[in-house]
């Protein structure tokens, strides 16, 4: 049994290059890699099909297999003297048969056709023959050719040798259709369009419409398997699913049932050439960013970080922008053309940009800083280096601050993630401490009445928190003593601070009225000395 075919040249650029104007001498001379030293054109002999050189044969062959006229394919296989099953069948099914084995086989170590009628030197073979290529068959490999045979006229001619042409009743067990497809090739009209019989065109739509099938009733399942109809998410997967992926996964499996069955040299241009597959699953890559970007901005905003939801649209575009070029490239080099020199192209332009965008794109990556790690959000009240604000918005480019003044300033996002930020807006507590300056008159008892006073106080405040709760007498000053008070009010909002702030002072003016004595004044005392020489004041 044949494990694996390996024919000939590539048979489908053959086809492709006639198709698109034919072989001259001389570029056929080019591509037989020095095969002739002359420096005339070799004279290729008129025949009505073409059958003049090894490409040529083979090329024609290809053609009119495409076009579905197997009484023209059979003229370029030689039906001399063939051998075993091959007798039993006409020149029409052998030709289908062998057009069907070249689209189907895995074709291995092939040379290419020379454009040459004396066919290729140098090759081991005989003159009047040329490798096809190799087929693995009971445990070994098996050579198929090219041979040169007489038209009948004295004219030397190119066909499929009559000992390959005997192995196709062999090679078409493997690489034939298995017998519902053979029933429906029967059944159908034979005709071909785009290099693709009819009955592959019914195989590959319904395959096409199989995989649509089967993804719409996995998405049916996974929108029930979420259960809430109202959930957003819910809706959005569907949609996903029952769209871009569905018609993605059609297309796939189109492609690959056409595959299987053997394109002609059309169908496989067409696959080379169009770029209905890269634009699909380009709108799917699309299509999947815009789902996950909008299950994360979701997640975001029941986070209760709206901020970092601005920056989601330009990291998604940015992501797109990578697919579409990649896609573009891909499919320049599908079509042939060399990409290398796009590439350069693009790495100096890239260059040049990213030194010409070096300060905002600072500015991007410090606002990818600020939605990140989140140091200050919308509407936080912050100190930024010299500035105090309110802020007001996080762009790309900079951050708007409206500051005490009623002003807004627009501080750069490079800045905002290198200074230091001091935001007010993030504290749970706001501590009070004032430094009680008491006359130096103060008596120990007093000192004492007023520290036992204002712990009291502290303890029994409803607003003050019981940690940190600290009251000392902390030092002797230059014209006071001092009692450090340290608290913290239970509140962020800085105005209901600054009444209860002033409640407390009150309270305190009043302990220490209570304890006879008073808060001092910054004062300074001169000490004059009488002399001989005259008054010296000094002070102390």
């Not at 997967?237 to 053997?262: E, K, Q, S, T, Y």
């Amino acid at each position: 049994m044949i494990k694996r075919f390996t024919p000939l040249p590539v048979l489908s650029a053959l086809c492709l290059s006639l198709a698109v104007g034919g072989f001259s001498p001389v570029m056929a001379g080019q591509a037989a890699a020095g095969d002739s030293s002359v420096a005339t054109d070799p004279v290729i002999p008129e025949d009505p099909f073409d059958r003049g050189t090894p490409r040529r044969t083979a090329a024609g062959f290809m053609a009119a297999g495409d076009a579905g006229d197997f009484e023209t394919a059979a003229e370029y296989l030689d039906l001399r003297n063939l051998r075993g099953v091959a007798t039993q069948l006409t020149p029409v099914q052998l030709a289908r048969r062998f057009y069907v084995i070249t689209r189907r086989g895995e074709w291995t170590d092939v040379a290419d056709f020379v454009d040459d009628p004396a066919g290729r030197s140098g090759d081991g073979l005989p003159a009047y023959r040329d490798s096809i290529g190799f087929v693995e068959y009971e445990g070994g490999s098996v050579q198929l050719f090219l041979q040169k045979v007489p038209r009948g006229d004295g004219v030397f001619i190119w066909k499929v040798s009559n000992a390959t042409v005997s192995l196709i009743p062999s090679l078409y067990q493997t690489y034939g259709y298995v017998k519902p497809i053979e029933d429906l090739r029967r059944a159908l009209p034979q005709v071909s369009f785009l290099g693709l019989e009819l009955f592959k065109w019914v195989i590959v739509i319904g395959a096409g419409l199989l995989a649509w099938l089967g993804v719409f009733l996995f998405a049916l399942l996974v929108r029930r398997l979420l259960g809430d109809p109202q959930m957003p998410a819910r809706r959005r997967i569907f949609r996903f699913l029952a769209l871009p992926v569905a018609l993605w996964a059609a297309v796939l499996m189109m492609n690959l049932a056409a595959d299987l069955l053997g394109r002609g040299a059309a169908a496989q241009t067409l696959k080379t050439m169009s770029p209905i597959p890269i634009l699909v699953t380009v709108w799917v890559m699309f299509s999947g960013l815009n789902l996950i970007r909008e299950l994360y901005t979701a997640r975001l905003q029941q986070r209760g970080r709206p901020g970092a939801v601005v920056l989601m649209r330009p990291a998604s575009n940015a992501i797109k922008l990578l697919v579409a070029i990649s896609a573009a490239l891909l499919w320049l080099d599908n079509i042939g053309i060399d990409i290398t020199t796009v590439l350069t192209g693009l790495g100096v332009g890239g260059v040049a940009v990213a030194l010409a965008l070096q300060k905002p794109m600072e500015d991007v990556f410090g606002a990818i800083t600020l939605y990140t790690q989140q140091p200050v959000r919308v509407g936080d009240f912050c100190r930024i280096g010299t500035q105090t604000g309110t802020i007001e918005e996080i762009g790309l480019r900079t951050t708007r601050i409206r500051t005490l003044a009623d002003t807004v300033i627009a501080v750069p996002n490079a800045k905002m993630a290198s200074e230091s930020i001091d935001n007010i807006s993030a504290r749970q507590k706001i501590r009070y401490s004032p430094v009680l300056r008491l006359r130096y008159d103060t008596s120990p008892a007093q000192l004492q009445q007023i520290l036992a006073g204002l712990r009291e106080l502290l303890g029994a405040h409803d607003r003050i928190l019981p940690d940190g709760q600290r009251v000392r007498f902390k030092e002797f000053g230059d014209d006071a003593l001092k009692v450090e008070i340290n608290a913290y009010l239970n509140t962020t909002d800085w105005a209901e601070y600054m009444g209860l702030a002033e409640a407390l002072n009150i309270r305190i003016m009043e302990i220490v009225a209570g304890a006879g004595t008073s808060l001092a004044l910054p004062s300074r005392v001169l000490h004059v000395e009488q002399s001989a020489t005259g008054n010296r004041v000094s002070p102390v």
